[in-house]
């Protein structure tokens, strides 16, 4: 059966990394951009069948434009879609397709990572044998930081889907006690083997958000629930950055009403010099940020490529892989 795409236009690559295009070049007649402006996706959009995205924007207008008259299908190289509207899409008979689950392991092992630096501070003794500290010291070591053994921890994970799961298996070979909340914003009973949200976060030494942003999520995190969590706790995220209030979490770390906090996502990305987080992060010792990339281990990236040529592959075929529309 001849395929019924035949022009992919990638809008934002650069956004992969160094990743290999050789399984979209050796099927289909493929355009790349390093990235793409909002002024600039009409233009290049105009005359393709599939187009592959991750960040740029597709709205309405876009997609019931001339420019997007050949488009028959959106690739998304993502698990989230948000940047898609999806009502157009289904309107003019586009098929949108996502990737779930093709960076479980490496989100999970840097949430990993961020439990692990919050309570050993090996990157900060680090920094201090960079600035020269160490070999100003009067003795054989530094005890600048207070650190702490996980083994026997309580790690609270909120969202227990393949990400919550990867990391409660790999806290549990650390030695933690892992506890599990039920679905924020539920109703009804608390499942067997869950605990509810208040009930998590008051137990808790390590708190670490793997859950979607929702209407019932998001500012899940807020001065009232930082007021359950023990003094000496931890909150870790590699979810999304609207989950926190911010405002809330900086104040609580500034008065050492929660021990410290770890945050590879905040609510703009990419920060102003003068967003609040950013300016909080040169100021407190007890806050770590990076930047949004939990999820960029080489083979994530690959698999990610892998996957959306997949998808493409199964639409020529006619049939439905991890469709959203």
């Not at 227990?160 to 549990?172: D, K, P, Q, T």
């Not at 009232?224 to 706790?233: E, T, W, Y």
């Amino acid at each position: 059966m001849e395929s019924p795409v035949r022009r992919v236009v990638f809008l934002d690559v650069a956004t992969f990394g160094n990743v290999s295009l050789k399984g979209f070049s050796e099927r289909w007649d493929c355009t790349v951009h390093d990235l793409t402006a909002p002024e600039e996706v009409s233009e290049r959009v105009e005359g393709f069948d599939g187009v592959v995205v991750n960040k740029v924007r597709l709205d309405k207008t876009l997609l019931n434009s001339p420019a997007a008259a050949d488009i028959r299908l959106i690739a998304e190289a993502a698990t989230g879609t948000d940047n898609v509207d999806l009502e157009a899409a289904k309107s003019r008979g586009i098929y949108v397709c996502n990737v779930p689950g093709y960076a479980t392991q490496s989100v999970a092992q840097f949430a990993i990572a961020l439990i692990l630096e919050l309570a050993t501070r090996a990157g900060a003794y680090a920094e201090i044998v960079r600035r020269g500290a160490w070999q100003q010291s009067p003795m054989y070591t530094r005890m600048d930081f207070s650190t702490a053994e996980v083994s026997g921890k309580k790690l609270g994970i909120i969202g227990y889907g393949s990400i919550g799961r990867r990391v409660a298996e790999m806290a549990r070979g650390l030695g933690m006690e892992v506890l599990i909340s039920a679905r924020p914003g539920s109703s009804g009973p608390v499942p067997a083997g869950r605990l509810a949200v208040d009930d998590l976060l008051a137990s808790s030494d390590f708190v670490s958000l793997h859950c979607p942003l929702t209407a019932e999520t998001r500012s899940l995190i807020n001065s009232r629930v930082i007021g359950l969590m023990k003094p000496a706790a931890f909150l870790i995220n590699t979810a999304r950055g609207a989950l926190i209030d911010e405002t809330a979490l900086i104040a609580a770390l500034r008065t050492k009403r929660l021990a410290g906090a770890a945050l590879d996502v905040i609510s703009q990305e990419p920060p102003s010099d003068d967003h609040p987080i950013i300016r909080a992060a040169h100021e407190l010792e007890n806050l770590i940020v990076t930047p949004h990339c939990a999820w960029t281990a080489r083979e994530a990236r690959q698999r990610l490529m892998n996957e959306v040529a997949e998808n493409i592959l199964a639409f020529c075929r006619g049939e439905r892989r991890n469709s959203v529309v």
